[in-house]
C-alpha cells in the first residue's frame, strides 16, 4: 500500500490523486483530515463512492492506534500508540481547567543521552514521519472530542525524541497543524522543545511557518551542562546563548528555557544566580521543573523550598515559572517517557535519598 494520507499536503494528495481528479478534491480531502478530523475514509462525504474506495484501496488513513491507556489521578492521559511497522511512541495529553495540552513525540526514543531522562535510557529506534506526529494530535483530539478553535488547545514537543534531529518532518508536521485549512491551530499555541542543536536552530528560524522554540538549559555552567548532557560536548553553551540571541523572534514571543532541578546538583542559590546572568540578554523565560524521577534515574527531586528559592532568584531578573508535575502516577511526567507498557507503578511522592 502507498503512502498514508495522514501527514500528505496539498501537493502530496494531487500527487496522490493523479492528473484525472479535478485540484479541489484535493482540498476536499485535505480540510476533512485534518480540519474535519476523519477517523476514515468513509466520514468523507464530500468525496464520491468510488473515488473513496479508490483511495481506500491504494492509500491507508494512518492513524495509529492504542495500544495502552494509562489514567493519573489528577485527569492526565498517557497514550501508548502502536505505529504501522509495530513500533510503540507515547503521547500525554493533560488536561487544566479551560486548556488542554497534548505532549507529542518526534522520535521513537531519544539519541541525545540526558542523564535524568529515562527516553534517553531507550536509545534512539527510528524518527517518526509527519504523518505519525500529525497522527498524535488527531488521534487524542479525536479521542477526547477537543476541538482547536478558541485557543484552549495547545500542542508541545516535548515527549519522545530530540525533534531538531527530526526537523523536515516536524516542520511538515507544524505546517498542516498551523495551517488555517488544514487542523488550524495559532502559532502561540505550538511549541518544540530542543536539547540545543545549533545548525537546526538557525535552521528553524528561517522557515515562515514555525513554532514556538524552547531551550533545554539544565545547568548554569559548561561543565555541569556537560555532564548531565553529554550533547553540550557538541553544541556549547556559549555558542547555544549565541544561537538564542540570534534567533529572529516574532513581536509577540519570547523564549524558553527549560530547567530541571536535580537536588543537590543544579539547584543552589548560586546555579540560579548564574542562570540569570546567562540569559540576561535574551527576550526570555525560565519554566523550572523539579525532576520527575523514575527506574534508572541516578538523581533526586529536590525539597519544594528548594525549588521556591530558586524561582525567586530566577524572577528578580526575567519571568520565571514552576511547571506542575502531571501523570506522575503513571509515568508520563516530563522526562518519564519511555514506552512503558506496565500498569501505573511510579510513586505519587517519588523519594529523597538522605545524604550522609
Known sequence: MSQPLVGMDLTDLR????????????????????????????????????LRQELAERHALGLPTVDRLFESTDGTRRYLLRLADGRTVETVLMPEGERDTICISSQVGCPVDCKFCMTALMGLERSLSAGEIVGQVLLVTQENQLRQEGGRLNIVMMGQGEPLLNLPNVVKATRILLDPAGFALSPRRITVSTAGIIPQIAELGREPVRPKLAISLNASTEEQRQQLMPITRKYHLKD??????????RPWEKLTFEYVLLDRV??????????????????AKVNLIALNPGPGIPYATPLPERVASFQNI?????????????????????????SNSQPAIAPALPPRPVHP
Open 15 to 50: 500527487e496522490a490523486l493523479g492528473p484525472d481528479q479535478p485540484g479541489y478534491r484535493a482540498r476536499q480531502i485535505y480540510q476533512a483530515l485534518y480540519h474535519g478530523q476523519a477517523a476514515d475514509l468513509a466520514q468523507i462525504s464530500t468525496l464520491p463512492v468510488r
Open 240 to 249: 547555544l546563548l549565541a544561537a538564542c540571541q540570534a534567533y529572529p523572534l
Open 266 to 283: 543544579n539547584d543552589t542559590d548560586s546555579d540560579a544566580r548564574r542562570v540569570v546572568k546567562l540569559l540576561a540578554n535574551l527576550n
Open 314 to 338: 530566577v524572577r528578580r531578573g526575567l519571568p520565571c515559572f514552576v511547571r506542575k508535575p502531571r501523570g506522575l502516577d503513571i509515568y508520563a511526567a516530563c522526562g518519564q517517557l519511555k
